[in-house]
Nanobody, 121 residues
């Protein structure tokens, strides 16, 4: 099995910054996309950002220019640097990873337990 362990959530004032981390461990042969989704109360879960092992990235329009996703392939870890946090950013942020556990095996998606990000003055 594969585990995704997140850290770094918390409470910050509007305009502040937070950095989320997510480390994958377990039966891992390779990981394709890793990313962050978020879900706010009463809203659907949405993709925030994702990064492929080669470094290519995608961002939701709402976070472009404010959030940066990065990746440490050697340690199967991703980060989300969130700057200029806004009142619309609070949510539970989930780490995701598309993992192949053996050579030639199928790819399976995994989710972390979620980290709460709150923005309040």
């Amino acid at each position: 099995q594969v585990q995704l362990v997140e850290s770094g959530g918390g409470l910050v004032q509007p305009g502040g910054s937070l950095r989320l981390s997510c480390a994958a461990s377990g039966r891992i042969f390779s990981i394709g996309f890793m990313g962050w989704h978020r879900q706010a109360p009463g809203k659907e879960r949405e993709l925030v950002a994702r990064i492929i092992d080669s470094g290519g990235t995608n961002y939701a329009d709402s976070v472009k220019g404010r959030f940066t996703i990065s990746r440490d392939n050697a340690n199967n870890t991703i980060y989300l640097q969130m700057n200029n946090l806004k009142p619309e950013d609070p949510a539970v942020y989930y780490c995701t990873a598309d993992v192949r556990s053996s050579p030639g095996g199928s790819v399976r998606g995994y989710w972390g337990q979620g980290s709460l990000v709150s923005v309040s003055s």
